[in-house]
């Protein structure tokens, strides 16, 4: 059982590009969180994701990022209009249901924006 | 709103020796569980062992183990027998309402050989 994948793992982008980070979670896994990682602290919560729901997105920015979990494919994350702060490392995790149970992480996604 | 608070930054152990990592967390939830995972140099998040709150039996996973005290909501892990390959950074995790994982600030351990 393949564990959770994130591409890219790494992604270069200048300042005003898009950034697309995919996250395709455990087999059997329906529920999917992203969290960033600013460089020498933890990881913040951004959003709570089902098939094509949105359970919680109170971590993430106002603008400029958006996530989605369609049907079919990954889930996405997506930056617009990039900015040297969004610079981090952005964690996928997955679980096979809500209630507590683990957190399974992917390798991570490391954005630089220069 | 959930707080996880790691009070010690950085700890070092001898290799074969124990150390002890603290956490304290905060949370209105009733049934929950509680993390650990550690981050090595290669950043990737790796569970070492959870807690569930609802049990009094403390977790162990081989050299891993918890002491959770749910009255002073504290869980702290203990790693016997050290290993040069435990060197990483440790986070104690508290999930919300949402199951959205509320993390500590690490706590960076060095195993010295």
């Known amino acids: 059982n393949a564990g959770v994948m994130q591409n890219p793992r790494h992604l270069v982008r200048r300042r005003g590009q898009e950034a697309r980070l995919r996250c395709s979670p455990m087999?059997?896994?329906?529920?999917v969180y992203w969290y960033r990682q600013l460089p020498e602290e933890g990881l913040k919560f951004m959003v709570y994701l089902q098939k094509e729901n949105i359970i919680d997105e109170s971590g993430m920015p106002k603008e400029r990022f958006s996530a989605e979990f369609p049907k079919e494919g990954p889930s996405i994350l997506r930056i617009q209009q990039v900015v040297r702060g969004d610079s981090a490392a952005y964690f996928c995790?997955?679980?096979?249901?809500?209630?507590?149970?683990?957190?399974?992480f992917g390798p991570g996604t490391r954005l630089l924006v220069l | 709103a959930q707080t996880v608070t790691q009070s010690q930054p950085e700890m070092s152990v001898q290799e074969a020796e124990t150390v002890t990592l603290s956490c304290t967390y905060d949370t209105s939830e009733n049934n929950y569980y509680l993390f650990w995972y550690k981050q090595p140099p290669s950043r990737q998040m790796i569970l070492v062992i959870r807690q569930e709150a609802y049990k009094q039996q403390n977790a162990t996973e081989n050299r891993f183990s918890v002491n959770f005290q749910k009255a002073a909501k504290s869980f702290s892990l203990k790693i016997s027998d050290s290993q040069l390959g435990d060197t990483a950074m440790y986070f104690c995790a508290c999930p919300g309402s949402a199951r959205q994982l509320t993390f500590g600030s690490g706590t960076q351990l060095t195993v010295l050989p």
């Open positions: 995790a997955s679980s096979p249901d809500w209630n507590g149970e683990t957190q399974y």
């Open positions: 087999k059997g896994h329906s529920h």
